[in-house]
């Protein structure tokens, strides 16, 4: 009876909608509070893994960048970029198990501060990222360590075997870039005419004009170079050359295909006389290898 008095009440119906709002929010407030939570875990998870990143050593930050990471670029790539920026190359050429690679590294490295305008590029002989690198400079049989040294033009202009290397014989192979050019000719069979003169020579355009016909007359068997007396950095170049700085008139050194200079010829030479120098073949002499220390001029004999 007193619950039928009860629901008779009018009031009852509006208790029962409160009780029901309270439970309601009750649940809701259960479900929010167990998401926060898995929320705050994410996030805490979030911030301990960027914290464990935070961790990783500088040395292993920097091991990523540099040259000898094995998982960066191969050393085709690397020396292509390093000749970009107008460097010579030191290049190591080691394999898995081969003794005295860092020996080699430390050498390489202790020529890059006597040239600083070079880099020095490991190379592991067996990663196949290489192999073109391999076949192009002969490699497969190569005892190891290697240094390599590859001019600006990206030719290779000598090496030395780790216990024979020595920072100071290693700069001696990195030729001028006028030298680069020569070497770079003379690998591909042709002769060169190198001209010598300043700024101030007039009659230097009507011999590179003669020397181009030349070249035309040889098939493009002969490359014309020039060479200023007064860049700085050409000046052991123009020493090995025997060149005289304080000469008046342009001058042309015939170097034939074999790297052997073949004349001297004056401002006042047909294109007839230039191809038959060109193309003419001495016996000693010539341009020697870089950082030989003798002389690419004519050889006197000696009384």
Same mark, same amino acid.
Do not use: M
């Given at each position: 009876m007193d619950?039928?008095?009860?629901?008779?009440?009018?009031?009852?119906?509006?208790?029962?909608l409160i009780l029901c709002l309270i439970i309601i929010n009750a649940?809701?407030?259960?479900?929010n509070t167990t998401s926060d939570k898995e929320g705050d875990v994410s996030r %805490?998870?979030?911030? $301990? +893994?960027?914290?464990?990143?935070? /961790?990783?050593?500088?040395?292993?930050?920097?091991?990523?960048?540099?040259s000898?990471?094995?998982?960066?670029?191969?050393? %085709?790539?690397?020396? $292509? +970029?390093?000749?970009?920026t107008g /460097?010579?190359?030191?290049?190591?050429v080691t394999d898995s198990g081969v003794v005295n690679t860092t020996k080699a590294v430390n050498t390489a490295q202790q020529a890059q501060k006597l040239h600083p305008k070079s880099a020095v590029i490991k190379m592991n002989r067996s990663d196949t990222t290489n192999k073109e690198l391999v076949i192009k400079y002969r490699l497969a049989g190569a005892p190891l360590p290697l240094i390599l040294v590859i001019a600006s033009n990206r030719f290779v202009t000598g090496g030395y075997l780790v216990n024979q290397a020595t920072p100071e014989r290693l700069v001696?192979?990195?030729p001028s870039p006028k030298k680069a050019d020569v070497i770079e000719a003379m690998s591909k069979g042709k002769s060169v005419f190198l001209v010598v003169s300043k700024k101030s020579m007039l009659k230097k355009k009507g011999i590179i004009s003669k020397c181009q016909l030349a070249c035309a007359e040889m098939k493009n068997k002969a490359k014309v170079i020039e060479i200023d007396l007064d860049d700085t950095m050409e000046k052991q170049f123009l020493n090995e050359l025997r060149i005289n700085p304080s000469t008046a008139q342009p001058q042309i050194y015939v170097i034939n295909a074999k790297g052997q200079l073949t004349g001297i010829l004056s401002s006042?030479?047909?294109?007839?006389?230039?191809?038959?120098?060109?193309?003419?073949?001495?016996?000693?002499?010539?341009?020697c290898p870089?950082?030989?220390?003798?002389?690419?001029?004519?050889?006197?004999?000696?009384?």
């Open positions: 619950f039928i008095k009860l629901c008779q009440n009018k009031t009852f119906p509006l208790v029962c649940c809701i407030d259960s479900t %805490n998870e979030r911030f $301990e +893994n960027k914290s464990q990143i935070n /961790k990783i050593p500088l040395t292993q930050h920097l091991s990523d960048k540099n000898y990471s094995p998982s960066s670029q191969s050393a %085709n790539l690397k020396i $292509e +970029n390093a000749n970009k /460097k010579a190359v030191f290049l190591v001696a192979l990195i006042v030479v047909d294109i007839k006389t230039l191809v038959a120098t060109a193309t003419k073949i001495v016996s000693g002499g010539g341009c870089t950082g030989s220390g003798e002389s690419c001029g004519p050889r006197t004999n000696k009384k």
